[in-house]
């Protein structure tokens, strides 16, 4: 077992961003699978199969339900096996997602079938996700120790919408000089590099568990950060489900850039200022986040071009990037080391919510062609969060010797 020590040398700092590294990579691999489904799903769905907007809103939604709904289930197996084997898993489920997408493509010419084995696929995928992402919280959180956890929440994050980001406009560029079957057999092939990465990371010896944290209890003790997490995450949504649809009906270029615009601003965001949550106070730099978001998706709301739809999804980018961090960090301080596993897929179940009912939800809105209410509705719920970081922020001042839990 290799954890790194608390004591800073120039060898350890070496090793830990080797590691966090990897932890990024891995889930890079796995965001990009979530990419390449945002970046040719909608289209597929709505102009090949025929369906409703409704319809795009379910398939995009119902992975996030399956997420939801098997966090408790990987917050235990993390806890109690181990990261290592919950990674494995959900590995081993999105490679199978990508052999029923390439099935989806070969029953076109039976649209209600291809879209039964879509739906399928779209769950086992929420399935996957959710076992690797809460592995690999539990994993890094004990690799690099308890002093740099916000370092693995927010590298995670740089792999999750780096391969968002890169994910979407490959897939639409590989569907257009090729055919959808393409970018959907990268599906298959994406976690199995993943696995090989997952190979170079360190065994870690599991902690004993004074008591296993049920996960309803778990949500008791996170639900506020989980709540500015759930309103912050519906803005991603919208982006996300229908920002490509959006920019078909307005006739704009550019619909994968917009996307690409977001996961860049995010990405920027954590590179150059990942220290900010611990330096500030996560209260503070979420509560500076979200109005930055709110004014992107503001901008998209309104836009009149191409290029302000693709600026507002840039700031919602920036704005939103420290949003999980900032609020993560009080999540998981909330609980013992041995149930930060649980914690976290507590407070990761709050964004399914949020993303999960963001689809359907906005397909409603959107249903007479108003896709730009669906940023306003995003607008809103990010300033509403902005109160709850207020509230907290508040809190702190009242309370300057607060100390969480574990300190």
């Known amino acids: 077992m290799y954890t790194i020590a ?24 796995i965001f990009l699978i979530m990419g390449i489904s945002l970046g040719v799903l909608p289209f597929f769905v709505h102009d090949t199969l025929g369906y409703s907007n409704i319809i795009v809103g379910l398939v995009i939604g119902i992975q996030y339900a399956a997420t939801l709904f098997t966090r408790q289930s990987a917050g235990k197996l993390a806890d109690t096996k181990g990261g290592k084997k919950s990674i494995t898993l959900g590995l081993i489920l999105s490679t199978v997602t990508g052999v029923l997408c390439v099935a989806s493509v070969l029953l076109t010419s039976l649209p209600l079938l291809s879209l039964i084995v879509l739906i399928i696929a779209r769950i086992i995928l929420g399935i996957a996700e959710s076992y690797i992402v809460i592995g690999i919280f539990a994993w890094g959180f004990k690799i690099v120790g308890k002093k740099h956890i916000g370092k693995v929440i927010v590298w995670n994050g740089m792999g999750m919408y780096g391969g968002l980001s890169i994910g979407a406009p490959l897939s639409i560029y590989l569907q257009g000089h090729f055919s959808i079957i393409t970018p959907f057999t990268l599906i298959i092939l994406f976690p199995i590099l993943a696995y090989l990465s997952m190979l170079a990371l360190p065994q870690v010896k599991m902690e004993p568990q004074e008591h296993q944290l049920s996960f309803f209890k778990a949500i008791g003790l996170v639900w506020k950060s989980g ?21 078909a009906q307005q006739s704009w270029d550019g619909a994968s850039f917009a996307i690409s615009a977001f996961g860049i601003g995010y990405i920027g965001t954590r590179i150059f200022f990942s220290g900010y949550p611990d330096k500030f106070g996560g209260a503070k730099v979420a509560l500076i986040s979200l109005i930055i978001e709110a004014i992107g998706l503001l901008l998209i709301w309104s836009a009149t071009s191409a290029a302000m739809g693709i600026t507002g999804s840039l700031l919602t980018g920036l704005g939103m990037s420290l949003v999980f961090p900032s609020f993560g960090l009080i999540a998981v301080n909330h609980v013992d080391p041995s149930n930060r596993g649980m914690a976290i897929a507590a407070y990761n179940a709050f964004f399914d919510i949020g993303v999960g009912l963001t689809a359907p939800v906005a397909g409603l809105v959107a249903r007479n062609g108003g896709y730009n209410n669906i940023y306003i509705m995003g607008a809103v719920a990010a300033a509403i969060s902005a109160i709850l970081a ?3 922020l508040k809190k702190q001042k009242k309370q300057p010797e607060f100390v969480t839990k574990n300190g």
Do not use: D, M, P, W
């Open 6 to 29: 608390e004591t800073e040398t120039k060898a350890i700092k070496a090793t830990r961003t080797k590691y966090l590294l990897t932890i990024a990579g891995i889930i890079f691999n």
């Open 390 to 392: 207020y509230a907290e």
């Open 227 to 247: 709540s500015g997490l759930a309103l912050a995450s519906i803005g991603f949504g919208g982006i996300a489900s229908f920002i490509t649809l959006y920019f």
